[in-house]
């Protein structure tokens, strides 16, 4: 029999598809040396008293407890790294305001390294502890303490994708935190590129630069163009923001009388690897776009409660094929935990399709049809995540890398209510997407290594 590195047995639950849960009830997952789900068995499969016969006893066997559940590690599709510091402060500003008066002064203390990495390996291991395997951060604009940030996602064992940010535009940028000029922004970006890649060779789960225009209202069209050319040189993931808000959305329509979308295509911005946060004020047409480049949605639900002037219509977003992963957007949103974003993005969504102003007739209060289910919201943070950064994480099936959390629902300081043994597991599966906190995340997997434990 094929020796495997790890078996895990324990009931799993992972998407089938957008709207549908799969329940692996007392599955076994067959994990190889490079931490890859190599075979999955049901107890009606051929395999499973073999495997269970060979392996049950050995200290590579791994049974969960009663009450115990397998989920898919969760893919963070947008975490502002240095704001961590500044977590739940400041909410009450406008964007503009909040990125001046608070976020841009903090950013800029990033210069100094030892901050940086006080700031980088808390950041980190709270993610780790709220159950988020994968993350693509938003660094700042200083080329070492980016490469900083990759380092500690290296040794955490947490999956990074990171950016070393650009903002060159003397314009619009504080004159104590910018790129020095547009050729010094794309030199830095290219060599960082060039340091993460060569890391990148050391790391099991894997780290990655990413290509990263703060947003367009803080990039000349230089910088711009040298980005995308450096995306399409080195084949790397790209971020940015778009359609944020009425303000960002309206100065690029402003600047280039076209939406967001559209301009950030024409500097080669959307491709296959992109991921594209908030997105609220997509028009059809730049949807189509985003599905005919490949380009993904960082839906990030409690940020746009703050600043983003309105409730994504995420449902007919995902309808038109366009895929969808969720942020936390740290610090825009306050909240570190996948669990909480996923809440309120079934939260807004339920407030978009009946309306908020109860002076209206309810006939014209809401937008029909815009409601997500928990299934879905699930779906956004973990298969659909994965599908967003072409890689092959967020579900547990064949193939795909072994990035889980073990939950507990008895924790005594965070027990679920289940009353009856035998209550459906779909029933449970709710709870633990409504109830969780981050005591009932037991352990944490990341390509087949233990990186967290409680
Ligand atoms: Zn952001």
């Not at 780790?128 to 993350?135: D, E, F, H, I, R």
């Not at 951060?137 to 500690?152: C, D, P, Q, V």
């Not at 040189?233 to 808000?245: I, L, P």
Request: some cysteine; charged content about 25%; aromatic content about 10%.
């Amino acid at each position: 029999m094929k020796k495997y590195t790890r078996i895990f047995q324990g009931t799993a639950f992972s998407s089938k598809s957008p709207k549908e849960v799969n329940i692996l009830k007392d599955y076994l997952f067959c994990i190889n040396e490079d931490g890859m789900i190599e075979k999955v068995a049901g107890p009606e499969d051929e395999a499973y008293q073999e495997l269970l016969g060979t392996y049950s006893g050995e200290a590579n066997f791994h049974r969960l407890a009663e009450g115990q559940y397998f989920l898919p590690g969760f893919v963070d599709l947008h975490v502002h790294a240095p704001q961590w510091a500044q977590s739940g402060t400041a909410l009450d500003l406008p964007l503009y305001d909040w990125l001046n008066t608070y976020t841009f002064p903090l950013e800029s203390k990033f210069s100094d390294l030892q901050f940086a990495e006080n700031v980088y390996q808390d950041l980190v291991s709270t993610l780790l502890a709220n159950g988020t395997t994968t993350a693509l951060y938003f660094a700042t604009i200083h080329k070492e303490a980016s490469l900083l940030l990759a380092e500690i996602c290296a040794k955490k064992g947490q999956r990074g994708l990171i950016g070393k940010v650009v903002m060159d535009d003397p314009e619009q940028n504080p004159i104590d935190y910018r790129d020095e000029n547009t050729d010094q922004a794309i030199k830095d970006t290219e060599e960082f590129i060039l340091a993460v890649k060569e890391l990148a060779e050391q790391v099991k789960q894997g780290v990655y630069p990413v290509v990263t225009p703060r947003f367009i209202p803080s990039c000349t069209d230089n910088a711009l163009k040298g980005l995308g050319e450096l995306a399409a040189k080195y084949d790397t993931h790209v971020q940015s923001h778009c359609s944020e808000s009425d303000w960002a959305h309206g100065s690029v329509r402003e600047r280039f009388d076209k939406n967001d979308a559209f301009a950030l295509n024409d500097f080669g911005l959307l491709r296959d690897k992109s991921v594209m946060a908030h997105c609220n004020f997509l028009s059809d047409d730049d949807v189509d776009l985003f599905a005919e480049t490949g380009t993904a949605i960082s839906h990030c639900p409690i940020s746009n409660a703050y600043f983003a002037n309105s409730v994504i219509p995420i449902a007919h977003f995902h309808e038109k094929g366009v895929e969808i992963g969720l942020g936390s957007d740290v610090s825009g949103g306050f909240s570190p935990s996948l669990f909480d974003n996923a809440r309120q993005a079934v939260m807004s969504s339920r407030m978009l399709e009946d309306g908020v102003n109860p002076n209206l007739p309810s006939e014209g209060r809401g937008v029909p049809s815009s409601r997500i289910t928990i299934n879905q919201a699930f779906y956004f943070a973990t298969a659909g995540g994965g599908e967003s950064l072409s890689l092959p994480i967020g579900r547990l099936e064949e193939n795909y890398v072994w990035d889980v959390q073990v939950i507990d629902t008895n924790i005594a300081s965070a027990k679920l209510p289940i009353f009856n043994k035998e209550e459906d597991l779909l029933d449970i599966f709710q709870k633990i997407m409504y109830l969780v906190r981050p005591e009932n995340i037991r352990e944490v997997w990341v390509q087949g290594d233990l990186v967290h434990s409680r």
